[in-house]
């Protein structure tokens, strides 16, 4: 059955007995007993008792004495007023405790009352057969009759009206009788002994004493009636303030374990947030380090990674190492492609360089980023120079070819040198070194690749003190320049020098241009050398012209390394020049080689015409020797075009293998450039040439280069250049002209 109704049901069964007890209790109480005494219990009971009861403190039992007095009337007047009076004592009690906000249920106040109704009633009916059964005479003055009575009472009564009481709260909760009894019920047996043991007092008092004795008891238990209810009070009362201050107590721990709580969470937090910093500390730690060792253009190792490599490796020792190769790449004349097509174009082809060169290396080999255009590479573990160079060689071609970018074509040349492990190498960069002399040395002999070998060294160690005596060469006036005439091949005319440097060392005497201008060019000390050659030459000529009206119009042709033509400077170091020695910009030449000028074909056109646009001339040297492009040539603004020694040089006695030379003369005069030739030494290679109509010469047939006061001389002796001339269109003219001098002016 649903447990509402089963309740409604048994609060009405509770009432229907309960009123049936009441009617049959009513219908039966002896008429002698209405009188004051019995009227003052009522109004007693419906006064005074609902406000009498004390709960005892901390029990929650409530010592009432409505038990009491309903004990009184049971040895008193009989069960049946005990019954009616506890019907009002309920009522009384109910109805007192609802005006002070007690809320009841539907039928509790009736069920209440039912309940103590049939509990007394069924009290009544025990303690009727009890005191049969027993022959006990509680009214026999016999104190142990009363107290068995009286006992019996209080027994039966707890017994009877907590199962009523149990069986309620058991419909309510759902939960067992007996539990619900043996929790909550059976406690309050001690309110009916202690109401029994006040019953059996009064009863005492009201037969056995006296009025005054009675009056005084009554003062008495009402002054410790009133002494109890007040202290127990003041129990209450600290007992409430103690647990004020508990729940205070209580409050404030359980604020605090809030605020713990919030402290926790928020420690969370700020360990979490800690967790985030250190961990955006070590990625930053772990970018530091990134960046550290390597390049962050390519992403690959940069030197510091390659030299701690390298460190190891000589560490570890020469029986491990030995297997180990060190490659040094340096990509040539990478400056033009930044000139050219711009840094963010040159950034990407550095990329590119990278790619490739992982893509060729294994995992175990090590590339790294040395420089802004040199790359070093530790090739691991082979079994000879063979196969480093096998690996270099494949570098070598897959470098070579060429890159897109942005849809340009975009060329690299490069060089390669090898070194192997060695015990001389005691750190990192002796082994660099090395790879680098061998690099130098590929550079050189134009092979790509070279291996080092310690002859090398001892090469390169004695272009090093050649490089650092060339600092000061100016300064200590040990170079000078030495003049070689350029003659019209036509008519034997001169009509100007060819500067030529000359570098004569404090101890090791003369050093020829090939050891020493390669030196210059690489180590860029040819630019400020060039800027001295200029303002010497040109007001060297400036002098010469001056000498006579036959040598107004001398020229002079100074050679620019293919390093200056990529400098924008050079135009301005020319003016410069010019302008100081105030020469006619006509009475300068500048000789550009045939592979400078090609080198990086766009830029030079730019730099030429900046140059042309000063009114120099402008001449293509040791044409023949390199790769002009067509294309190019033509663009390029050259007035003559200077054939290499190489051609003329293979010209025989009986004129032969000229055909180069015819050739070359004819794109000449078809690029309206006028021809030099260079080298002639002898009298058929001159034949040869004038018959091709090749405007000019040069060679030790004519004179070889001069220092300038020997060359000076010669002018002031009016030298005859080409005297076998001459001697061809006139033979007796050598003996009619011998050398006239000059008037000095
Ligand atoms: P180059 O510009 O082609 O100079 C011509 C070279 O040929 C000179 O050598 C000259 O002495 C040599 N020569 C001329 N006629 C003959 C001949 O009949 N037979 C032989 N065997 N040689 C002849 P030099 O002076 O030793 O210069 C060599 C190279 O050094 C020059 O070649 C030039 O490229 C470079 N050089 C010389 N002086 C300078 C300079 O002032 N600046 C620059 N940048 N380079 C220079
Ligand atoms: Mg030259
Ligand atoms: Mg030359």
Redesign the pocket.
């Known amino acids: 059955m649903n447990p509402l109704r089963l309740l409604t049901f048994y609060k009405l069964i509770v009432i229907f007995i309960g009123s049936i007890f009441l009617i049959t209790a009513t219908a039966n109480l002896p008429r002698q007993i209405f009188g004051w005494e019995f009227t003052f219990f009522l109004v007693f009971t419906l006064l005074v008792t609902p406000r009498m009861s004390i709960e005892l403190p901390r029990t929650g039992i409530f010592l009432s004495f409505s038990d009491s007095v309903i004990f009184l009337s049971f040895i008193l007047y009989g069960g049946n007023a005990a019954i009616l009076l506890v019907a009002v004592e309920t009522l009384a009690n109910c109805l007192y405790l609802k005006n002070n906000g007690k809320r009841f249920g539907k039928l509790m106040i009736l069920f209440n009352i039912s309940s103590a109704v049939s509990a007394t009633a069924i009290t009544y009916i025990a303690w009727t057969f009890f005191l049969n059964l027993s022959g006990i005479d509680y009214k026999s003055g016999a104190v142990i009759d009363l107290i068995s009575a009286l006992g019996f009472l209080a027994i039966a009564q707890f017994f009877s009206s907590s199962v009523l009481v149990a069986f309620l709260s058991s419909i309510l909760t759902g939960e067992s009788a007996w539990r619900v009894w043996k929790r909550d019920c059976f406690a309050s047996s001690m309110t009916q002994i202690a109401g029994a043991f006040l019953a059996g007092v009064a009863y005492g008092l009201l037969i056995y004493a006296n009025f005054l004795m009675t009056a005084i008891a009554v003062f008495v238990f009402g002054i410790i009636y009133v002494n109890y209810r007040q202290t127990i009070k003041n129990i209450n009362k600290s007992i409430e303030q103690v647990e004020r201050v508990e729940r205070e107590k209580a409050e404030i721990a359980g604020l605090k374990a809030e605020e713990a709580k919030a402290h926790a969470a928020e420690l969370e937090i700020l360990l979490a947030k800690e967790e985030q910093t250190s961990e955006d500390l070590l990625r930053s730690k772990n970018a530091l380090e990134h960046a550290a060792f390597h390049d962050f253009l390519t992403d690959l190792p940069n030197r510091t990674y390659l030299v701690e490599r390298l460190n190891l490796l000589i560490e570890i020792g020469i029986e491990i190492s030995h297997k180990y190769y060190v490659l040094f790449l340096d990509l040539k004349r990478f400056k033009n492609i930044n000139d050219t097509f711009g840094h963010r174009v040159g950034d990407r082809v550095l990329k590119l360089i990278g790619k490739r060169l992982q893509r060729i290396l294994r995992r175990e080999d090590t590339v790294a980023r040395v420089g802004g255009d040199e790359f070093a590479i530790i090739l691991n573990d082979l079994s000879s120079i063979d196969e480093a160079r096998e690996i270099a060689d494949q570098i070598y071609e897959k470098l070579s070819s060429p890159f897109m970018i942005d849809g340009s074509k975009i060329y690299s040349d490069l060089n390669i040198g090898i070194a192997p492990f060695d015990v001389e190498h005691k750190k990192p960069e002796d082994i660099l070194r090395d790879a680098d002399i061998a690099r130098h040395h590929a550079k050189e002999t134009f092979c790509g690749v070279g291996v080092f070998d310690k002859t090398l060294r001892a090469l390169y160690l004695e272009k090093l003190s050649l490089e650092a005596d060339l600092r000061f060469a100016v300064e200590r006036g040990e170079l000078s ?2 003049y ?1 005439p350029l003659i019209s091949l036509k008519d034997g005319e001169l009509v100007g020098f ?4 000359r570098w004569r060392h404090p101890e090791k005497g003369f050093i ?3 050891k020493f ?1 390669p030196i210059a060019e690489d180590s860029g000390l ?1 630019i400020p050398i ?1 800027k001295w ?1 200029l303002r010497e030459t040109c007001s060297q000529i400036a002098e010469w012209q001056k000498l006579s009206p036959m040598y107004r119009r001398l020229l002079v042709s ?4 293919g390093r200056h033509l990529t400098e924008e400077d050079l135009v301005k170091d020319v003016r410069q020049a010019l302008k100081s020695s105030d020469l006619t910009p006509s009475s300068l030449k500048l ?1 550009i ?1 045939e592979s400078a000028a090609m080198a990086n074909a766009e830029l030079s056109i730019k730099i030429l015409n900046g140059l042309k646009n000063l009114g120099v001339q402008l001449s293509i ?2 044409f023949g020797t390199g790769y002009s492009s067509l294309s190019y040539l033509h663009r390029l603004p050259f007035d003559t075009l ?1 054939i290499d ?1 190489s051609f003329v040089i293979e010209v025989g006695e009986q004129g032969e293998n000229s055909e180069i030379l015819q050739t070359i003369v004819s794109l000449a005069k078809n690029l309206k450039m006028r021809t030099i030739a ?4 002898t009298e058929s290679q001159l034949a040869v040439l004038q018959n091709l109509g090749c405007d000019y010469g ?4 004519m004179s ?2 001069l220092p300038k006061e020997e060359m000076e001389q010669a002018l002031y002796q009016n030298r005859d250049w080409l005297p076998m001339l001459k001697m061809e269109s006139d033979p007796t003219a050598s003996e009619n002209s011998p050398e006239k001098s000059l008037p000095v002016f």
């Open positions: 320049m030495h070689q060819e500067a030529l440097l020829p241009p090939v201008i040819i060039t050659i100074v050679n620019i390394s000789e080689t040297d040791d200077k020694r260079e080298g002639i030494e040069q060679g030790y047939l070889k280069p």
